[in-house]
């Protein structure tokens, strides 16, 4: 026995972390942004797609599964979907989706991580895909699993932070890093599963920013409020960012997604 307890290092490496998670109304507030464009039009999309294997599987369960992007086409290979999502304009955004797309298979369920699941029926597939903004993850990762039958497929971001660590150099703020995807990846062995890891590549598609308040914004989403030296900081980073061909501000970031899935 022995060796290092991921599943405390996880809890230990989260708790250390300032930022708080996001509220059903924030990302509710978020779903439009969320919803731009054609929801398959998007390589972290195709991607995460093209990774899950079907082969002899009915059924998917999409937890936090914001708009809809991956349930839907999901539904459209499979005989029935559930889509979970704590927050009502998520999924006021799925079902609009769902209905557009003329799928009559997806029920789409107001559900936190944190609720009873016992209603929901267990699925062939289960996906959660960049939601696993949770304090226990032993504890998520195993919801999960209880809820397959076969695979079960999750993305985590890899990375100390979701916002470039040049923002924090230039505002003067300190970096304490997320737990590691790695850890991840130990707590499910350190579970008992056989995990696999790949990646998924992608361009920060919200790149360019008209004016300062925009970039702020993003910025805040991460960092909550800024300070007002901050803030100064900020702009100072912002008017040295490159132009765009419309004049907007360009930031690029690219972000890479730890994708880890295992079987029953
Ligand atoms: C970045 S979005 C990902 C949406 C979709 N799965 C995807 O990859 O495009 C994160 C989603 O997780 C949901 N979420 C965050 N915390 C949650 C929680 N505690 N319970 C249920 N859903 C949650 C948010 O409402 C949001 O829709």
Same mark, same amino acid.
């Given at each position: 026995?022995? !060796? ?21 109304? +924030?990302?509710? &507030? ?11 039009? $998007? ?8 990774? =899950?294997?079907?082969? !002899?599987?009915?059924? =998917? ?7 809809? $992007?991956?349930? /839907? ?23 609009? $989706?769902?209905?557009?797309? !003329? ?15 016992? *209603?929901?029926?267990?699925?062939? /597939? ?5 939601? #696993?903004?949770?304090? *226990?993850?032993?504890?998520?990762? @195993?919801?999960?699993?209880? %809820?397959? @039958?076969? &695979? ?5 971001? /890899? ?24 850890? =991840?990846?130990?707590?499910?062995? @350190? #579970? ?13 598609? %919200?790149?360019?920013?008209? *004016?300062? +308040? ?24 912002? +008017? ?14 690219? /972000? ?9």
């Amino acid at each position: 026995m022995g !060796g290092p307890d991921y599943i405390e290092l996880y809890r230990r490496a989260r708790a250390a972390v300032p930022s708080r998670s996001k509220t059903p109304e +924030e990302w509710g &507030r978020r779903a439009e942004r969320m919803n731009e464009g054609n929801l398959l039009d $998007n390589s972290y999309t195709r991607d995460f797609l093209s990774a =899950v294997d079907i082969s !002899g599987c009915e059924s =998917v369960l999409d937890v936090g599964c914001g708009v809809g $992007n991956l349930l /839907i086409p999901l539904c459209g290979k499979l005989k029935r979907g559930y889509g979970l999502d704590f927050s009502p304009g998520m999924l006021e955004a799925a079902r609009a $989706n769902a209905k557009k797309a !003329g799928l009559e298979n997806a029920t789409i369920v107001l559900r936190s991580w944190e609720d009873d699941w016992s *209603d929901i029926p267990p699925a062939d /597939i289960v996906i959660a895909s960049r939601c #696993l903004d949770v304090d *226990d993850m032993a504890w998520a990762l @195993q919801k999960l699993h209880a %809820h397959a @039958q076969r &695979r079960i497929y999750v993305t985590y971001r /890899i990375g100390p932070s979701y916002l470039d660590e040049a923002i924090y150099e230039a505002i003067g703020r300190k970096l304490i890093p997320r737990p590691d995807h790695m850890l =991840v990846v130990n707590i499910l062995k @350190q #579970l008992g599963m056989k995990p696999k890891l790949s990646t998924i590549r992608t361009e920060d598609k %919200h790149s360019a920013y008209p *004016d300062f +308040e925009a970039f702020r914004k993003r910025v805040e989403w991460s960092l909550d409020t800024l300070s007002s030296d901050e803030t100064r900081k900020l702009r100072d980073f912002f +008017e040295n960012l490159p132009r765009g061909t419309d004049d907007e501000r360009v930031h690029k970031h690219p /972000i890479e997604w730890a994708l880890i899935s295992w079987e029953k």
